[in-house]
């Protein structure tokens, strides 16, 4: 009887995390119950639900593409390390007492424990350097065993620490990027503020800090996540191309999840309608222009579960095609993905800044504008590097 295949703990989470937003969202349809903003507050300080959506999003993404890498690095761990080697036990490397129980107390066992996190990063074992420095001998020594994995294992690109390692650089730089293309962008509903253009950024400079009265852009973040994954991939010697396509499945589905944050801040609705799924919103969150109206487009809605789409797709492929994927291809079908999903949505969006001829407003969103422009530069790409890789196998 074949074994049966062990799921991902990150399942049951990603699970559990749908079906209670699922269950609010349902309870709001039947009730239009809207949670308050804050989620709780510390000492005086609100911790709002929008800032948990995207922290949950961002750690279930990054989990999922930590546990992916671990899978890539074992997986090449055992197509090149024979079984017999990685079978042998621990004893025969013949090393210090002390050394070999403290790898027992990280349950290292045989020379292919040893070996498997030894070609991941020596740090891994916890090790002080004499400790260190007599492993490293043991296993120079140690018959059958190529000197290679340990001072440079293939496997070794793919250490799952790499996800949460290069997380904040993500964190930081998409941040940055994000508040860059909101400010160089800033949506209608800013006049409040005193916000019209960019300009007046400038003449009012403490606006740029403010968040909470203006947002984030997407594709901002997009190209400082994509600058942080290069720069963190320069620096530890890694694949750029190979990693931001595993990096890209955790994104969709953090954007599945954070997207979650625009119901509990009531913001990014869509058009006015009454469809059995509208979403109700308080009068004071209403725009200028809609007061009237009470029920709008879950536009955060829509998003979510596109970008849940993404990432179910993401992941399959990576899982059953990755083998004959370049590197990059899934970073470019996801920039399309996205690019189609944005454009759909801009159709029912409001508070969408449109973009300017001749001093004139066309009507076609600054979003939708991008959106397309990036889906043609990625499809371009992807063909070009198809039909080059042709032609140098004389295909």
Not at 87 to 92: D, G, I, K, T, V
Not at 225 to 244: E, Q
Not at 357 to 366: D, I, K, P, R, S
Request: hydrophobic share 55%.
């Amino acid at each position: 009887m074949a074994q049966r295949r062990r799921i991902e703990p990150y399942w049951y989470a990603i699970g559990l995390v749908f079906l209670a937003l699922a269950v609010l969202f349902v309870y709001h349809l039947l009730t239009g119950f809207m949670p308050v903003r804050a989620a709780l507050i510390i000492f005086g300080f609100a911790i709002y639900w929008y800032a948990i959506c995207i922290l949950a999003g961002i750690l279930l993404g990054t989990w999922v593409v930590a546990r992916l890498a671990g899978r890539r690095a074992r997986a090449i761990f055992e197509a090149v390390v024979p079984a017999g080697v990685r079978a042998r036990p621990l004893a025969e490397v013949g090393l210090p007492p002390e050394v070999e129980a403290q790898l027992a107390r990280r349950k290292l066992a045989t020379l292919g424990d040893l070996l498997y996190e030894t070609g991941l990063d020596p740090r891994r074992l916890g090790l002080k350097l004499p400790a260190w420095a007599s492993v490293k001998a043991g296993l120079s020594q140690a018959p059958d065993v190529d000197g290679a994995w340990f001072s440079d294992a293939p496997w070794r690109i793919w250490n799952p620490d790499h996800a949460w390692g290069g997380l904040l650089w993500m964190m930081v730089l998409g941040l940055i990027g994000a508040r860059l293309y909101h400010v160089l962008t800033p949506s209608p509903s800013m006049a409040a503020v005193g916000i019209y253009s960019w300009r007046d950024y400038f003449r009012y400079p403490l606006q740029l800090l403010n968040f909470r009265s203006g947002g984030l852009g997407i594709y901002g973040a997009m190209v400082g996540g994509l600058l942080a994954v290069l720069l963190y991939t320069r620096r530890h010697r890694l694949p750029a191309l190979a990693w931001a396509d595993l990096a890209v499945i955790g994104v969709a589905l953090g954007q599945a999840v954070g997207r979650w944050g625009n119901f509990f801040n009531q913001e990014l609705y869509g058009r006015p309608t009454s469809l059995p799924w509208a979403v109700t919103i308080d009068p004071f969150h209403r725009l200028p222009d809609y007061a009237g109206f009470s029920t709008f487009h879950p536009a955060f809605l829509y998003e979510s579960l596109w970008s849940l789409l993404t990432f179910g797709v993401l992941m399959w492929l990576y899982r059953r095609r990755g083998e004959r994927l370049l590197p990059g291809e899934l970073l470019a079908l996801y920039l399309v993905a996205y690019a189609i999903g944005r454009s759909l949505l801009e159709l029912v969006r409001l508070d969408s800044r449109a973009v300017p001829f001749l001093g004139l407003e066309t009507g076609l969103a600054v979003a939708t504008l991008v959106s397309l422009l990036v889906a043609l530069a990625a499809i371009v790409a992807v063909v070009a590097r198809r039909l080059r890789r042709r032609r140098l196998s004389g295909g």
